[in-house]
């Protein structure tokens, strides 16, 4: 099969707009990469880009050895599969499906065989007569997957192909496309908003803000190791607890605990940014130390969330609520505190991450 790979791309429409900026990324056989960030930062227009929909204003799109950014759509072997689906309505499951490899002039024999081999393998081989209007919005979305996989493409792209279903039936869908794709060779990009399809579909995750690419690793290191603020922010659910923190000599002042900085920490700041996920936080004792594993504040709940197996609280540190006030959220047991309770939460040293609180980047290697 062949490797993708985009060098340097960038797309201008306007002076101001500019969705995407100087992204250079490697996909290879066996790979699942997700493009991943909010509206507006830049993964559609770079999907677009790769198969040709959107000619690049500068970089490379190479597909294998074959340099085809300037290569119309349909000589680039690509297959897409879109958010809406984009099935023709007046054709059968079987003529939707087997369309492609028609325009490609394949013997009839073989179309036949490809469009039965992946019905089988999608569960549509008892709806190939069908028409789209006949079925439900998870089995028009497998006709979609089947219409690309039938081609044998040397690059799969999919575009948000599960924002138009349930909650219920895209996790039911999530877990099909990683069983699919795991049987297949070429490389996949699939755009998505939804941090949970990234992390569970994904070998690898590129993470966009704003037109540029800021992180490329695997969904453990992106949760785990977050380049950045964006990333830290924006991975993880609940979000994690991003803290502005003054800084006095080597330490950083969390309340009146003071955490000491990170090798590689700038001591000259005067702010530095903590984050440490909720999930992270530990709820502790009243008789909780300070350790050289674990740090312990205390606060008063002033907030708390059923999540079901679990609450989300929400901890003031300080007594009274000021500009300056330092909150902490915690994933704690149901039936553990109370609004108004004072607790105490240990946070582990080593889950503790550190941000420059002027450029974002990440301080602690």
């Not at 950014?69 to 054709?91: I, K």
Request: proline fraction near 6%; include cysteine.
């Amino acid at each position: 099969m062949a490797t993708l790979e985009l060098k340097n791309i960038n797309k201008t429409y306007s002076r101001t707009v500019v969705p995407v900026k100087d992204i250079s990324l490697t996909v290879g056989d066996d790979e699942f990469l997700t493009l991943l960030g909010p509206s507006g930062c830049g993964k559609s227009t770079t999907l677009r880009a790769i198969a040709g929909l959107d000619l690049p204003t500068r970089g490379q799109v190479l597909i294998g050895d074959r340099d085809v950014t300037y290569t119309p759509p349909g000589d680039r072997n690509v297959a897409m599969v879109f958010q809406s689906y984009a099935l023709y309505p007046h054709m059968s499951v079987r003529e939707n499906v087997a369309a492609g490899l028609k325009l490609r002039r394949l013997p009839v024999g073989e179309i036949s065989d490809r469009v039965q081999s992946v019905a089988i393998k999608l569960d549509l081989d008892s709806l190939l007569d069908r028409k789209p209007s006949e079925l439900s919005g998870g089995q028009r979305q497998r006709v979609a997957l089947a219409r690309a996989l039938v081609r044998r493409p040397d690059v799969f792209l999919l575009d948000e192909p599960l924002s138009n279903l349930d909650a219920l039936l895209r996790e039911q869908v999530r877990a099909e496309l990683k069983q699919i794709f795991a049987d297949q060779p070429a490389p996949v990009v699939y755009v998505t908003h939804d941090q949970t399809e990234a992390m569970t579909l994904s070998s690898k995750v590129a993470v966009l803000y704003d037109g540029y690419l800021q992180q490329l690793d695997s969904p453990e290191q992106i949760y785990s190791k977050p380049a950045n603020q964006f990333v830290a922010g924006f991975i993880g659910s609940p979000q994690m607890n991003l803290l502005i923190l003054k800084c006095q000599g080597n330490s950083a002042q969390l309340g009146d605990v003071p955490i000491k900085l990170p090798d590689g920490g700038s001591t000259a700041a005067a702010t530095v940014s903590l984050g440490i996920r909720p999930e992270d936080c530990i709820l502790g004792g009243s008789d909780a130390e300070d350790t050289d594993k674990a740090v312990a504040v205390s606060g008063t709940v002033f907030l708390s969330e059923n999540l079901g197996p679990n609450l989300l609280i929400s901890l003031r540190l300080s007594e009274e609520r000021t500009e300056e006030s330092i909150t902490l959220r915690s994933l704690v047991p149901v039936g553990s505190v109370s609004v108004g309770d004072k607790v105490t939460l240990l946070l582990p040293r080593n889950r503790l991450h550190w941000f420059d609180a002027v450029t974002g980047d990440r301080l602690d290697s």
